[in-house]
């Protein structure tokens, strides 16, 4: 699973962010690795510098499952790295949810395979 960490032009952290968004998407969504082929993070800073406070980090995480549709998700938080588990667990809801979409009620893959004619 590759993951890809994009910020905006406020959000400071650079390569230790990146490292860091890696490690922890990575561990939290370790059940789904062999299903999903690339994870893209997205962070911003609405207010950027001009006030502390309030929900103003943004963290937009998308999860590509093989042969599936993208799987996306977005939190607001007073700190990045609440953003980013906020995310993270909507994201985890929307895998679960598109996987059991996947599957019958016998528990095997379904003939749908997510692509639109």
Same mark, same amino acid.
């Given at each position: ?8 032009? !406020? ?39 001009? !006030?502390?406070?309030?929900?103003? !980090? ?31 667990? !909507? ?27």
């Amino acid at each position: 699973m590759q993951v890809q960490v994009h910020t905006n032009d !406020k959000i400071q952290g650079g390569e230790s962010l990146a490292q860091w968004v890696q490690q922890e998407v990575s561990s939290r969504l370790a059940r789904f690795k062999e299903s999903i082929t690339r994870v893209e993070v997205f962070f911003s800073d609405s207010d950027g510098h001009a !006030k502390a406070g309030g929900q103003d !980090k943004r963290c937009v995480i998308e999860a590509r499952p093989a042969g599936r549709q993208p799987v996306a998700a977005n939190a607001d938080a007073p700190k990045v790295a609440e953003a980013l588990n906020a995310a993270i667990d !909507k994201l985890l809801r929307g895998l679960e949810a598109d996987q059991g979409r996947a599957r019958d009620k016998n528990n095997r893959e379904t003939i749908r395979d997510g692509e639109q004619p």
